[in-house]
């Protein structure tokens, strides 16, 4: 049992609110916090494939932090001066890679909740509220893969003809992309068209239709909200006691670190450790029953 068999309220609640902290904070111990534990996480969900999406994002918060401190000159600590005169100041350059930061980690967070959330999840939380609303998120999520084995296939039909994605010069290979992204749109337009009149077909937009769902709030669930709702307390006393607070024109300001600071800092590393700690524990209690068998 991972995060994934919890509640789908418990996780709308968790991945909102760590997704909002990962925006909103700027400090910088509390943005590396997150985008560690989401480093971690995308890994234990996706495997191989989160590693290495990871592992790429960081030279482009590099490459994004030089570029937005080349642009913006705010800031009274200058590094140099680049060849049209303008300062490169290391506030620009600090700020440059909390944005990076904080861009990667939102991704990195997305790819989890992509994992953990399912088409039953996202129409059992929204299904009540706004039918059409859960209807249109369920198709867009089941479109994604779809499209994406649709690509594969078009671009197999097209390697047989010599129209692949990676034959030919250059301008031939960017005629044969192009040529196949149309194929995609048009599959992807008629295959909305078939699901939306199927749907239509079905009743998905008369007045009272209820929804089925298989989910119940459980003692596991009360368990896992009163952590975190505890956590969040932890984290709120310490935005109220301005621990995550900073500046960064001109100069870099922030409130020092004191001990009551850590406090603060392993109640939001717990925050955002939870559901990898909770998938852990699952397979540490799994492996050692299967043992005593």
Known sequence: MGFEKCHPAVNFIYFATVIAGMIVFQHPIFLLISFVCAFAYSIK??????????????????????????YNHFGVTVLHQNMIGNNMTLESLVYGFVL???????????????????????????????????????????MVPRIKKEAKKINTAQRGIGRGANQGNVFQRLRNSIRIL???????????????ESMRSRGSSLRGRKAFSIYRFDNRDRAYVITLFTCLTLIIMGVLL???????????????????????????????????????????RFKKARRQL
């Open 182 to 196: 149309s194929m995609l749109i048009t599959w992807t337009i008629d295959s909305l068209t078939l699901v939306s």
């Open 100 to 142: 990076g930061l904080v861009i990667a980690g939102v991704l990195i967070w997305f790819s989890c909740v992509y994992s953990v959330f399912t088409t039953d999840k996202v129409v059992y939380l929204f299904g009540k509220v706004s039918p059409r609303l859960s209807l249109f998120l369920s198709i867009i999520l089941r």
């Open 45 to 70: 969900r996706n495997g191989w494939k989160a590693l290495v999406f990871n592992v790429i994002l960081i030279p482009c918060v590099v490459a994004f932090a030089f570029y937005y401190s080349s």
């Open 242 to 284: 301005k621990q995550t607070d900073i500046l960064y024109d001109p100069r870099i300001r922030m409130n020092p670190i004191t001990s009551m600071s850590w406090f603060f800092y392993a109640g939001y590393g717990i925050f955002c450790l939870m559901p990898l700690m909770l998938e852990v524990w699952t397979e540490y």
